[in-house]
């Protein structure tokens, strides 16, 4: 007997887990609303009058095969990744283009002599990048809720397209932040050894950490089924 036609809820679940991709907590919510669903709709074949494998299997083949119920699941998995990864990088970005300046602020060498015109270049381009990456963080934001209510061809592909943009605006942006940052300690020695750089470098790190697994977990919830094609 084909999966399909003859499986039972907990047979259902353990399919659609293993083929789903995105956040673990939002994965397990999913699959608690589909068990739910499927014991609410198993319990009612059962007061029918069926025995409860038969009304489980019911139950199952009401709900949907496998590969009619994924491109939704994905859908919804995606487009929370993707909000969940638009947060985190509006939070960080907002963050480091506000307090930034503070780290220099007090120390022994604001007042020496100006940076290379290069340092002050990489220092420009970096805000810029991350003034980008707050829009496209703003945007993916928007289509992230917009995908999780509209499932449309057209708003699936416009978050696939600004998620891939936010996840490369993060990488230059780490690539030019850990630059600059390098480039602070050759030109200052005591910049090592300044409080604020140091809480400042703690920070960052561990900002960087959220939002590289929060990128880890949306690049996962594209793997699954091109959702957009109809």
Do not use: C
């Not at 608690?32 to 038969?54: I, M, S, V, W």
């Not at 487009?79 to 283009?97: C, D, K, Q």
């Not at 910049?191 to 604020?196: G, I, K, Q, S």
Request: glycine letters at 12%; hydrophobic letters at 55%.
């Amino acid at each position: 007997m084909r999966v399909d036609q003859g499986a039972r809820v907990e047979d259902r679940l353990r399919e659609l887990s293993g083929r789903l991709h995105g956040p673990t907590r939002l994965k397990a919510d999913l699959l608690t609303e589909a068990r739910h669903a499927l014991e609410d709709a198993a319990e009612a074949y059962r007061e029918g009058g069926l025995p409860r494998a038969e009304a489980e299997r019911r139950a199952v083949a009401e709900f949907g095969s496998v590969a009619q119920l994924l491109p939704g699941f994905q859908a919804e998995l995606a487009a929370g990744a993707l909000r969940g990864l638009a947060l985190r990088t509006l939070a960080v970005a907002v963050v480091l283009m506000a307090a930034g300046d503070l780290t220099w602020r007090g120390s022994s060498w604001s007042a020496g002599p100006r940076p290379p015109a290069g340092y002050l270049l990489l220092s420009a381009a970096l805000n810029g990048i991350w003034g980008l990456v707050a829009g496209l963080a703003l945007a993916g934001l928007l289509l992230g809720v917009l995908a999780a209510r509209w499932a449309s061809p057209g708003v699936l592909r416009a978050a696939r397209v600004v998620g891939f943009g936010l996840t490369g605006g993060l990488a230059v942006g780490a690539v030019a932040g850990g630059a600059l940052f390098g480039w602070s300690v050759r030109l200052w020695d005591a910049a090592l050894t300044w409080p604020p750089m140091i809480i400042g470098a703690v920070v960052v790190s561990a900002a960087w950490f959220a939002l590289a697994r929060s990128a880890r977990w949306w690049l996962l919830s594209t793997r699954g089924p091109r959702l957009a094609r109809r």
